[in-house]
């Protein structure tokens, strides 16, 4: 079994046991007539992430489509307002210097942004694992596909990017095979392709998969015609 799906299992596991400590609390809470301080959508919501984080976290690979080689240092972070980075350091033939790579996320792959030869690499970090091994971010094109089709739904997927300092947060809704953009402070919704999607991310950084109903819009706000609005 690859480190991949070793991670992938040891996430479900996380969430099935939490599952458990839910429905133990919720069934607790019944039986003494309490309401839960904890929000069970909420927490439902959240597993419901990390699955989705573990199911899709092996079908993508770096920018050359192959796993750092074995010896490498990767150091991946997201910023939430600009697309993931990704820094990673790899050994070099003759054992005495590295590559330094700096890499983007585009939407579809990992850019590199810079490419160098150093040498004398010297690196501190805890003797205990306290961080994630660095995955892909899901790709436009697996974003869109999860979106598509759950407009039908009581409460439907959209893809929320974040706010800058010059746009508002921007919804993204699959109505009737069209991608629907709308800013939260903007009077009508414009049709997208996965292109501007792409170039949304480049500006706004990676968007998240949530429910219409967490955020400040409705149906009606993607269903009206932007010529009447």
Not at 19 to 38: C, Q, T
Not at 85 to 102: A, C, F, K, N
Not at 119 to 142: F, K, N, R
Not at 164 to 171: C, P
Request: glycine letters at 4%; aromatic letters at 6%.
């Amino acid at each position: 079994m690859s480190d991949t799906h070793q991670r992938a299992l040891s996430t479900l596991r996380d969430v099935d046991a939490g599952f458990h400590r839910l429905l133990e609390a919720v069934a607790a809470d019944e039986a003494a007539g309490s309401v839960s301080d904890s929000d069970p959508i909420a927490t439902l919501r959240r597993a419901r992430s990390q699955i989705d984080a573990a199911l899709f976290a092996h079908q993508y690979r770096t920018a050359d489509n192959t796993l750092p080689e074995s010896g490498s240092c990767v150091l991946q972070w997201n910023l939430g307002s600009t697309p993931p980075r990704r820094l990673v350091l790899d050994p070099d033939s003759d054992g005495t210097s590295w590559t330094h790579r700096e890499l983007e996320w585009n939407g579809s792959g990992w850019r590199v942004c810079r490419r160098t030869s150093v040498s004398d690499v010297a690196i501190s970090a805890a003797a205990a694992p306290h961080y994630p091994s660095p995955v892909d971010p899901l790709t436009v094109d697996a974003l869109v596909t999860r979106i598509r089709g759950s407009w039908t739904n009581p409460d439907p997927d959209v893809l929320l990017f974040t706010a800058t300092a010059t746009t508002e947060r921007g919804v993204v809704a699959a109505v009737a095979d069209e991608l629907r953009y709308r800013e939260l402070d903007s009077t009508r919704w414009f049709t997208v392709s996965i292109n501007e999607l792409q170039h949304h991310l480049q500006q706004q950084g990676q968007p998240a998969i949530q429910s219409l109903s967490e955020t400040p819009l409705t149906r009606q706000h993607f269903t009206q015609s932007p010529l009447s609005q």
